[in-house]
C-alpha cells in the first residue's frame, strides 16, 4: 500500500492567514492526488484532483501544488469557513489511501 | 446530479456480517465510474474499502482481508457492501461514493453510523 502522511495534524490560524498543508507519499504517485474537506458530521468535500485543478465552485483561496511524493494545499486568506479538517488521497494505485487529515482550528 | 443514499441496520452483533446498500438516483451505475465504499469510524480519519466499477470490477482494500464483498446490481441502479466477522473495530460511519480514475468526479452519500456491538 502508498502510505500518505499530513502534517502538521492540526494547526492554529485566524482568519485572514495563509495555511498550507502538506502530504507526502511513501512512492511516486505522479499527480494522482486529491485533497478533500470534511466539516463535522459531513461527509467529505472534493476541492482539489489532479494535485492542482481546483473543482468547480471550491473558490480561488485554495490551490494545490506537487508531483510524484510531495504536494501542499494551500489557502491564501483563511476565511471562517475554511475551519475544518483535510484530507490527502492518493488515486494512483488501490487502496486509494488517505492522510490522516489535517485540523485548522482557531 | 448524481445522488447516493446508503441504507442498513446501525447495529451488528460481532461476528455477524455488516450489510449496507447504496441507492443511486441520477446516474446508471451501469454507465461509467467506479462506486464505492469509505468508512470513518469515530473521531478518527478516513479508510477506503472497497469498490465496484460499472463494468462489473471489484477493488478491495487487503487491510480487510477476504472479509469485504461489493456487488451491484444495475437493475435497482444500487450497489452493496458485505462486511464479515465484524470486530468493534468495524464501528464507524461508511459513506458511499462515486467517482472517477482521476476523482475529476466525485460524489458521496450522507453516511450512515454502523456500531459493532452486542
Known amino acids: 500500500d502508498i502510505q500518505m502522511t499530513q502534517s502538521p495534524s492540526s494547526l492554529s490560524a485566524s482568519v485572514g492567514d495563509r495555511v498550507t498543508i502538506t502530504c507526502r507519499a511513501s512512492?511516486?504517485?505522479?499527480?494522482?492526488l486529491s485533497w478533500f474537506q470534511q466539516k463535522p458530521e459531513k461527509a467529505p468535500k472534493l476541492l482539489i484532483y489532479?494535485?492542482?485543478t481546483l473543482q468547480s465552485g471550491v473558490p480561488s483561496r485554495f490551490s494545490g501544488s506537487g508531483s510524484e511524493t510531495d504536494f501542499a494545499l494551500t489557502i491564501s486568506s483563511l476565511q471562517p469557513e475554511d475551519f475544518a479538517t483535510y484530507y490527502c488521497q492518493q488515486s494512483y494505485s488501490t487502496p486509494r489511501t488517505f492522510g490522516q487529515g489535517t485540523k485548522v482550528e482557531f | 446530479q448524481v445522488q447516493l443514499q446508503e441504507s442498513g441496520p446501525g447495529l451488528v452483533k460481532p461476528s455477524e456480517t455488516l450489510s449496507l446498500t447504496c441507492t443511486v438516483s441520477g446516474y446508471s451505475i451501469s454507465r461509467n465510474y467506479y462506486w464505492g465504499w469509505i468508512r470513518q469510524p469515530p473521531g478518527k480519519g478516513l479508510e477506503w474499502v472497497g469498490s465496484i466499477s460499472h463494468s462489473g470490477g471489484t477493488f478491495y482494500n487487503p487491510s480487510l482481508n477476504s472479509r469485504v464483498t461489493v456487488s451491484g446490481d444495475t437493475s435497482k441502479n444500487q450497489f452493496s457492501l458485505r462486511l464479515s466477522s465484524v470486530t468493534v473495530a468495524d464501528t464507524a460511519v461508511y459513506f458511499c461514493?462515486?467517482?472517477?480514475?482521476?476523482?475529476?468526479?466525485?460524489?458521496w452519500g450522507q453516511g450512515t453510523l454502523v456500531t459493532v456491538s452486542s
Open positions: 512512492q511516486s504517485i505522479r499527480s494522482y
Open positions: 489532479t494535485a492542482s
Open positions: 461514493a462515486a467517482y472517477t480514475a482521476t476523482n475529476d468526479v466525485h460524489y
